[in-house]
């Protein structure tokens, strides 16, 4: 079966350090993947997302970064951590194999705290 | 274009009675509708979809949603209400038509249930 891991669970970074949260997928190939932020526990706002290996699409110009280094990983990054930057960080994928009716299956998120 | 609408923040309602957590949507042509769930800290969880067919879709934990083409709606339901069932709730559209595997998300309906 598919599973999605997501890590680390929470974390807490000083401003101007920098970010690495990573999210692979198990179980599946080629999958489209994604990242959201979700801040005071509300809407998902979608940061980047990607289709396939090397291929990242930015949907909110900010701190962040994206890379998809292996099929089935998706990394987010920042070289310089901003107290705005906080929040929770989902990550998602959903299968292309499977069909345009695919739900997202979503990680357990990442608490990111920059104090 | 694909949205989604959720038009309330918070939905109350006491253990045993019915719940409704509403939503609506707009696209260009037959939309593929998702509800999920999100407990505190934690990622989000698929409760069910619709693609085509039935217009009553059952999915998870009890939980049903109703098609309704007229009034581009799909709330989600249930008969008898759990405090278990406290959480977040998302409704998400993904218009097959767009080409896009993006689905968009509501704000959120937080959903509490009282003993």
């Known amino acids: 079966s598919q599973t999605i891991h997501q890590w680390p669970a929470t974390l807490v970074q000083p401003v101007g350090s920098p970010l690495s949260l990573e999210c692979t997928v198990e179980?599946?190939?080629?999958?489209?993947l994604y990242w959201y932020r979700q801040a005071a526990g509300r809407g998902l706002q979608l940061l980047f997302y990607?289709?396939?290996?090397?291929?990242i699409s930015s949907e909110v110009p900010q701190n962040l970064s994206a890379s998809r280094p292996q099929d089935r990983q998706f990394i987010l990054s920042s070289k310089k951590l901003l107290l705005s930057d906080s929040g929770f960080y989902l990550c998602?994928?959903?299968?292309?194999?499977?069909?345009?009716?695919?739900?997202?299956?979503f990680g357990q998120g990442t608490r990111l705290t920059v104090v | 274009a694909q949205s989604v609408a959720q038009p309330e923040d918070q939905v109350n309602v006491a253990e045993g009675n019915p719940l409704t957590v509403k939503c609506t949507y707009s696209?260009?042509?037959?939309?593929?509708l998702f509800w999920y769930v999100q407990y505190p800290n934690r990622g989000l969880q698929f409760l069910l979809k619709?693609?085509?067919?039935?217009?009553l879709v059952k999915g998870s934990y009890g939980f049903e949603a109703e098609f309704n083409k007229s009034q581009t709606s799909f709330h989600l339901k249930k008969p008898s209400a759990l405090v278990s069932d406290s959480a977040l709730y998302f409704c998400?559209?993904?218009?097959?038509?767009?080409?896009?595997?993006?689905?968009?998300f509501g704000r959120g309906t937080s959903l509490i249930v009282h003993p």
């Open positions: 998602a994928w959903i299968g292309i194999g499977l069909g345009m009716n695919t739900e997202a299956f």
């Open positions: 179980g599946t190939s080629n999958p489209n």
């Open positions: 990607s289709v396939g290996i090397g291929q």
């Open positions: 696209v260009s042509g037959n939309p593929y």
């Open positions: 619709y693609i085509t067919g039935d217009n």
């Open positions: 998400a559209v993904r218009d097959p038509a767009g080409g896009s595997y993006i689905p968009t």
